[in-house]
C-alpha cells in the first residue's frame, strides 16, 4: 500500500521561493502519474502539476504555468514542487496524489484520477 507525505509547506512573503516535498513509500507503477493538488478555504480542490513517473512528462495548470515546478526523484521515491514567485493567491493546503495502477490524462489534472492522497502541507504567502 503505498503512502504519501508531503513536508516543505511554510509562510513566505509575496514573491519568495518555496520547494514542497511528497514522500511515497512502497511501489509506485512506473507509468503512474503524481500530481500536486491545492485548495484554499471556501475554494474548490485544484490540480497545480503532474508528472508521469516513467517519462517525466509533465502538465501544469495556467495559474502556475512558469512559476512552479514539478520534478521526481525515483531512486528516493519522491516527487518535489518547486514554487517561485509566490503570490497572495497561492496560500492553500497543498496535496501529493498518485494515480496508483493507472496512468493519468494527458492535459488535465482532476481529483477523480487520482486514489492515494497525502496529508497535506500549509503553504501560506504573505502580501
Known amino acids: 500500500q503505498v503512502q504519501l507525505v508531503e513536508s516543505g509547506g511554510t509562510s513566505v512573503q509575496a514573491g519568495g521561493s518555496l520547494r514542497l516535498s511528497c514522500d511515497a513509500s512502497?511501489?509506485?507503477?512506473?507509468?503512474?502519474?503524481m500530481a500536486w493538488f491545492r485548495q484554499a478555504p471556501g475554494k474548490e480542490r485544484e490540480g497545480v502539476a503532474r508528472?508521469?513517473?516513467?517519462?517525466?512528462?509533465?502538465y501544469y495548470a495556467d495559474s502556475v504555468k512558469g512559476r512552479f515546478t514539478i520534478s521526481r526523484d525515483n531512486a528516493k521515491n519522491t516527487v518535489y514542487l518547486q514554487m517561485n514567485s509566490l503570490r497572495p493567491e497561492d496560500t492553500a493546503m497543498y496535496y501529493c496524489?498518485?494515480?496508483?495502477?493507472?496512468?493519468?490524462?494527458?492535459?488535465?489534472?482532476?481529483?477523480?484520477?487520482?486514489?492515494?492522497w497525502g496529508q497535506g502541507t500549509q503553504v501560506t504567502v504573505a502580501s
Open positions: 496524489a498518485s494515480s496508483g495502477s493507472s496512468g493519468c490524462p494527458a492535459a488535465v489534472i482532476a481529483s477523480d484520477d487520482y486514489n492515494i
Open positions: 512502497g511501489d509506485l507503477y512506473i507509468w503512474s502519474c
Open positions: 508528472i508521469v513517473l516513467g517519462s517525466r512528462r509533465t
